[in-house]
Nanobody
């Protein structure tokens, strides 16, 4: 299973970016999907997650600004980021909890990370 993330870049404060992450390979089902981020000198933190049924969860600092969504037909998760702040600068990683067969337990897979820089 591979996760390919895209959409990062440089944006001014107050701007928007949309991250995408597509899962491919031997996939039977995908349960939770999410986005994490790691800023320089800080630990990786959960930004947002979305369950198979669509229930979402956000860290407090992004509530009202970021929206996570998924397209189950494309095995893809998105993160729409609005009103970006310099504190949002980090490498963003996507995560997917994937079952590769009906009789295998789900396993966490990670994308390669995409850099988001918020600066004027």
């Amino acid at each position: 299973v591979q996760l390919q993330a895209s959409g990062g870049g440089l944006v001014q404060p107050g701007g928007s970016l949309r991250l995408s992450c597509a899962a491919s390979g031997s996939i039977f089902s995908i349960h939770d999907m999410g986005w994490y981020r790691q800023a320089p000198g800080k630990q990786r933190e959960l930004v947002a997650s979305i369950r198979l049924g669509g229930r979402t969860n956000y860290t407090d600092s992004v509530k009202g600004r970021f929206t996570i969504s998924r397209d189950n037909t494309k095995n893809t998760v998105y993160l729409q980021m609005n009103s970006l702040k310099p504190d949002d600068t980090a490498v963003y990683y996507c995560n997917a909890n994937v079952r590769t067969s009906w009789d295998y337990a789900p396993f966490d897979y990670w994308g390669q990370g995409t850099l988001v820089t918020v600066s004027s």
